[in-house]
Nanobody, 122 residues
């Protein structure tokens, strides 16, 4: 499975961005999907994950209530709507796929996209 993330950019604090991740080369609906992020000098951290059918989702406490993960299996895509952005959300955001049930640990994901930079100015 190949994953291509897009939609990052520079936004002011309080603003919104929508990240997209397009998948190809596999049966998208058979994968649970996740978003992770990595800030400069920090470890990669879990942001959100969604089940294969989209009926279940999990979020990191730091983004709960502000971010929403969704997917469109007909379009082989997963999305991350980010609202009320804060400077501490600044990071490279990665989408990932795994063939298991919904997971929040990076090492349980099999495929990774290239990342898209999100920068939130104060």
């Amino acid at each position: 499975v190949q994953l291509q993330a897009s939609g990052g950019g520079l936004v002011q604090a309080g603003g919104s961005l929508r990240l997209s991740c397009a998948a190809s080369g596999g049966t998208f609906s058979s994968y649970s999907m996740g978003w992770f992020r990595q800030a400069t000098g920090k470890e990669r951290e879990f942001v959100a994950a969604i089940s294969r059918g989209g009926g279940s989702a999990r979020y990191a406490d730091s983004v709960k209530g502000r971010f929403t993960i969704s997917r469109d299996n007909a379009k082989n895509s997963v999305y991350l709507q980010m609202n009320s952005l804060k400077p501490e959300d600044t990071a490279v955001y990665y989408c990932a796929a795994n063939s298991l049930l919904l997971r929040i640990r990076a090492h349980e994901y099999d495929y990774w996209g290239q990342g898209t930079q999100v920068t939130v100015s104060s």
